[in-house]
């Protein structure tokens, strides 16, 4: 088998000491955040400064540094703020930024031609087709989502030419990135901002049909083991996985150093022999467990598609720090300075100037000192030379081999010496650090954009009289029922419909009355919901519907094979400013369902009138490839899940057997009734009461309410316990 050796291992790094600390132990790359728009913006972070002076320390060790920019960026951040953020860094020589947002992906590209750019697993990119959009879009590696499993990988692999980075040990979230909005709506801090509180790691109680099917060792049902996958390592670079990516930015140093060098040497050991004889040793996994896990570890998703021994279920016990380990690792990382070793020469001769060389790989530093004298009574000694030479100090470097070459009876003091050493360290640094600098090819894009509506194939029709501005009103449907109650209800002109719901009696239905049905896709789009509706799109009769909504750009490809007619980005495909909006038109998208996390001046910032505001539905925290279901009782006969916290707050759960994940929703609904006046203001495209856990009688009641709104009738107040979302509040 030819090995492929070419492999990263990547660290993550809170801390310049981290940051220091990884290189030391081994990593070929660290990752870590500065003081913005990076997804751990609790971690200590580094600032402008440190973040120059870890790129120049991963650069003179032969190492490369990325940069997280991977958050949701508001508009006035993208357009003000970013740019000089990030060019003096770009300056330095930055090796890569990570990017979620695609309106940050279209400005790096376009201010800062020569960065690479990766694409986060926040972006959700679960499959070769979404890849290949970003490849020509100019990103060239993705992260790719934790719940991928080996195979998916390979093909991944086999179709497209980006390298890919996949985690290999750490925490796991629940949910899939970048899907998640539990911590944002219950509590206002935002994964997609870097801010999650983490409710994922809270205990619930399972409610199954009304009754609690959880005990006390089942609690912490949302809170999945750490990954451990270091008994994988051959089959994960075998399945073409150029990065092996270590999670952790939120941990100390030790931690860093400890994981790094124990992947380093089974890396390495891989590399070196090949998968023959590959096998962890007890002692190394001890380790792992003693400097973080949770309740054990698992392998991830790369061998299996979930299960309940992925759960801590359990909270996290405290766990003492080992002393002896934490001692063992500061000693030889954490104290210990990275060095670049060099070869160094020196040439003595009487009556020339002092000539010493610096090599370090391919790089060669040459300086000329002080003439060198006759000594007219105690010469210099080779050994006096040599010794002032291998003074290296706090230096990045160290003399690996030292060759002196002198004429008998030379002088030269020591101060010449170490001065002449001091000034081709200076010059040896700078040449290697020339290599990386970047002085040309980069300017802040202005944002040329013009709302246009005549863009989209979206039925478009405006209502004056309306009290929202708009005569376009949907009713997106997870239910027969509700998309039965939706046909008696005037105002609703568009129908989403979600596959649970499909019906062609309904359809044909919904035909005679002359409305305009979109089917609405599944939130993930993977391996299996490709070969899926492939084989069904002409026995569902999916071409009969008047257009799509997509949630994953995986999506894309299929439709581009069977149809023409127009598509609708659902909330979660991130259009946080005008420039991601602009992308998002350019890979094909009619509209776009606004963000659910601005606040109504944000909204009004980034601009509205080609899209469509959600005013009403229990909106989706989680989505999720583990399933609660299974993971207590087993694939039986579907029932009613609620998750209940410790406030009493009860969380709806949508099983979907048919691809095996989870969908959480809210506890609260969203309702915009009575906030007419400032979505006028707005001018959306359309609204949408999106309609999921509703019976058809509460469907009805929710028609009428808003019915009654529209007509300026006063509401009876039917919504005891509702929320405004981040309408009002928005994010930070």
């Known amino acids: 088998m030819e090995l492929k050796r070419n492999v990263e291992l990547l660290a993550p790094a809170g801390s310049l000491e981290s940051v220091k600390a990884a290189y030391a132990a081994g990593a070929d790359a660290v990752y870590a955040g500065g003081t913005r728009f990076g997804a751990r913006a609790y971690a200590q972070n580094l600032t402008e400064q440190e973040l120059l002076e870890a790129i120049d320390f991963a650069h003179l060790h032969d190492r490369r540094f990325y940069l997280t920019v991977n958050t949701l960026l508001k508009e006035t951040e993208l357009e003000e703020q970013l740019f000089p953020y990030l060019q003096p860094l770009y300056a330095a020589g930055l090796d890569a930024v990570i990017i979620q947002d695609l309106g940050v992906l279209a400005f790096v590209r376009e201010a800062f031609p020569e960065l690479s750019v990766h694409a986060s697993t926040q972006m959700t990119l679960s499959g070769a087709r979404s ?163 949770r309740n054990g570890f698992s392998e991830s998703y790369y061998q299996q598609k979930n299960g309940s021994d992925m759960i801590a279920f359990r909270e996290n016990a405290f766990r003492e720090e080992d002393q002896e380990l934490s001692e063992e690792i500061q000693t030889r990382y954490l104290k210990q300075e990275l060095k670049r070793n060099l070869t160094v020469s020196a040439y003595l001769q009487i009556g020339k100037p002092l000539q010493l060389v610096m090599r370090s790989g391919k790089i060669t530093a040459e300086i000329s000192g002080d003439v060198v004298q006759k000594a007219s009574t105690q010469p210099i000694l080779r050994e006096q030379v040599e010794k002032q030479l291998r003074k290296w100090g706090n230096t990045p470097f160290q003399a690996e081999e030292l060759q002196v070459e002198m004429e008998d009876g030379c002088f030269l003091s020591v101060g010449q010496l170490n001065a002449m050493r001091r000034q081709g360290q200076q010059k040896l640094t700078e040449e290697i650090l020339s290599g990386f600098r970047r002085t040309r090819n980069c300017h802040n894009p202005v944002l040329l954009l013009k709302e246009t509506e005549k863009a989209s194939r979206f039925p478009i029709r405006r209502d004056s009289e309306n009290p929202y501005g708009t005569g376009q009103f949907i009713c997106q449907v997870s239910a027969k029922e509700q998309w039965r109650a939706a046909l008696e209800w005037e105002h609703a002109g568009i129908l989403f419909v979600e596959a649970n719901a499909a019906d062609p009696g309904l359809l044909a239905e919904s035909r005679r009355r002359e409305r305009v049905a979109y089917y609405v896709f599944p939130p993930v789009f993977r391996q299996a919901e490709y070969a899926y509706y492939e084989k069904v799109w002409e026995r569902e009769a999916l071409d009969a519907y008047d257009g799509y909504v997509i949630r994953s750009l995986e999506t894309l490809e299929l439709l581009r094979t069977h149809t023409d007619r127009p598509v609708i980005f659902d909330s979660n495909l991130y259009a946080w400013n005008r420039r991601a909006r602009e992308v998002n038109r350019q890979l094909g998208a009619d509209s776009c369902v606004l963000p659910l996390e601005l606040n109504y001046r944000e909204l009004l910032a980034r601009g509205c009138g080609q899209d469509i505001l959600t005013i009403y539905g229990h909106l989706p925290v989680m989505t999720t490839a583990n399933c609660i279901r299974m993971n207590l009782k087993g694939c039986k006969k579907p029932g009613t899940i609620v998750l209940k916290d410790r406030y009493h707050n009860r969380f709806p759960v949508e099983t979907n057997c048919r691809f095996c994940y989870n969908r959480i929703y809210n506890c609260q609904p969203l309702v915009l009734l009575g906030m007419e006046h400032e979505i006028r203001t707005l001018r959306p495209l359309a609204v949408k009461l999106d309609f999921t856990v509703e019976d058809r009688k509460r469907t009805e009641q929710i028609l009428s309410a808003y019915g009654q709104g529209l007509e300026g009738k006063p509401v009876k107040n039917m919504f005891s316990d509702f929320t405004r979302g981040h309408f009002k509040r928005g994010v930070e």
Not at 169 to 187: D, N
Not at 198 to 208: A, G, H, N
Not at 248 to 264: D, E, H, L, W
């Open 131 to 293: 890849i290949k959009l970003l490849e020509e879009m100019g990103v060239s590696r993705v992260v790719t989502p934790r719940e991928l499993s080996l195979s998916e990988i390979a093909e991944i692999r086999s179709k497209t030419k980006v390298e890919i980075e996949s985690f290999v040990h750490g925490a796991l979230c629940y949910c899939y990135s970048g899907q998640c909005l539990l911590s944002s709506l219950i509590g206002g801090r935002s994964g997609n901002r870097g801010r999650c509180a983490q409710p994922c790691r809270l205990p619930y109680d399972v409610e199954w049909d009304g009754r609690v099917v959880n005990d006390a060792a089942h609690k912490y049902v949302l809170s999945p083991k750490d990954m451990c996958t270091l008994s994988l390592l051959p089959q994960i670079v075998e399945a073409g996985v150029d990065s092996l990516k270590i999670e952790g930015r939120m941990k100390k140093p030790v931690y860093t150093a400890g994981v790094v060098s124990i992947y380093r040497k089974y890396l390495d050991r891989y590399l070196e022999n090949g998968g023959d004889g590959y096998r962890v040793e007890a002692a190394d996994l001890q380790k792992l467990s003693a400097l973080f896990n």
